[in-house]
């Protein structure tokens, strides 16, 4: 016996005039938004840990260049280069966004080193 014909033998049992298509019309429907709960879910937590690993690298590269820039300064002070500092560091990061481009640029070929 199949769930309709089951559902609407227990309805006619009690007398019920509700109807057992509108009963399993609800059960498919209630089982597709489990599913579609689970799936977001899923998407949520797998997007989330890929922003907070992202804006990690951001956090990690804008470190890497303010650490950079500091050196810089130093050294390209009296050179033909010293355009390139032209600029103060937050107005550079915000006019060439560097936090995108070289998070892009670096990722899978290689990171900068790190010298202490």
Do not use: F
Not at 23 to 34: C, H, P, S, Y
């Amino acid at each position: 016996m199949e769930w309709r014909e089951m559902q609407s033998a227990y309805y006619r049992l009690m007398n019920s005039r509700k109807s057992s298509k509108c009963w399993l019309i609800a059960v498919i429907r209630k089982v597709w938004m489990i599913a579609w709960d689970l799936w977001e879910h899923h998407n949520s937590i797998l997007h989330e840990q890929e922003n907070l690993q992202t804006d990690a690298l951001h956090k990690e590269t804008n470190r890497r260049v303010r650490k950079l820039y500091a050196k810089a300064v130093n050294l390209v002070a009296n050179t033909t280069d010293n355009y390139l500092l032209s600029l103060p560091l937050g107005d550079l990061l915000k006019k060439y966004d560097l936090q995108e481009s070289l998070g892009s640029e670096c990722r899978g070929r290689h990171t900068l080193s790190h010298k202490k």
